[in-house]
T-cell receptor, first 113, second 113 residues
Framework: GESVGLHLPTLSVQEGDNSIINCAYS??????FIWYKQESGKGPQFIID?????DKRQGQRVTVLLNKTVKHLSLQIAATQPGDSAVYFC????????????FGKGTKLTVNP | NAGVMQNPRHLVRRRGQEARLRCSPM?????VYWYRQLPEEGLKFMVY????????ESGMPKERFSAEFPKEGPSILRIQQVVRGDSAAYFC???????????FGEGSWLTVV
């Protein structure tokens, strides 16, 4: 089965609030993680990535946290905007593998105005 | 710099026909990946190719599906004798080399009627 999954399939927030999207992975050999955003009818769009030698990485309005102890990954979006409404996927890549990514099923984020 | 280009964006085939999906990677990218996405699902890895080589095809169905990435021209995902279960979105992605962020195209939506 999938080694990457998400705790909640849907998340609804108010515009301006912070959003947190979670992801659990089961392969302790995974060393590279990526968050993608996918809008309806479009391809996945890279948001942010993190390698296993880091615990936290920040981008513009987004932060990814990695907890290797419990094999948990989260994406935090600050001041969520209506344009952030999409499905968010986490993906993992395993060291020594063939560079393929394993995706979770996704969390649908809805931002209410 | 153009992104990953896929065509056709939408394709309708009758059962038993062949479907050919094309992917041109980003300029300078020599690694190509194909993923399949069913409705409300995450992306599932199919195949990883470099120029003229299949590196990992562990996600490809054993029959009817084939992929190539010739020295010249786009990568092709070929599905022979399509069945309704092949209806899905097929995404191509590329990277400049292994162990780098991969970038996705906008997808090809195959509908088998």
């Amino acid at each position: 089965g999938e080694s990457v999954g998400l705790h909640l399939p849907t998340l609804s927030v108010q515009e301006g609030d912070n959003s947190i999207i979670n992801c659990a992975y089961s392969n302790s050999a995974s060393d590279y993680f990526i968050w993608y955003k996918q809008e309806s009818g479009k391809g996945p769009q890279f948001i942010i990535d993190i390698r296993s030698n880091m615990d936290k990485r920040q981008g513009q309005r987004v932060t990814v946290l990695l907890n290797k102890t419990v094999k948990h990954l989260s994406l935090q979006i600050a001041a969520t905007q209506p344009g952030d409404s999409a499905v968010y996927f986490c993906a993992e890549e395993t060291q020594g593998g063939s560079e393929k990514l394993v995706f979770g099923k996704g969390t649908k984020l809805t931002v209410n105005p | 710099n153009a992104g990953v280009m896929q065509n056709p964006r939408h394709l309708v085939r009758r059962r038993g026909q062949e479907a050919r999906l094309r992917c041109s990677p980003m300029k300078g990218h020599s690694h190509v990946y194909w993923y399949r996405q069913l409705p409300e699902e995450g992306l599932k890895f199919m195949v990883y190719l470099q120029k003229e080589n299949i590196i990992d095809e562990s996600g490809m169905p054993k029959e009817r599906f084939s992929a190539e990435f010739p020295k010249e021209g786009p990568s092709i995902l070929r599905i022979q004798q399509v069945v309704r279960g092949d209806s899905a979105a097929y995404f191509c992605a590329s990277s400049p080399s292994g162990r780098n962020t991969i970038y996705f195209g906008e997808g090809s939506w195959l509908t088998v009627v």
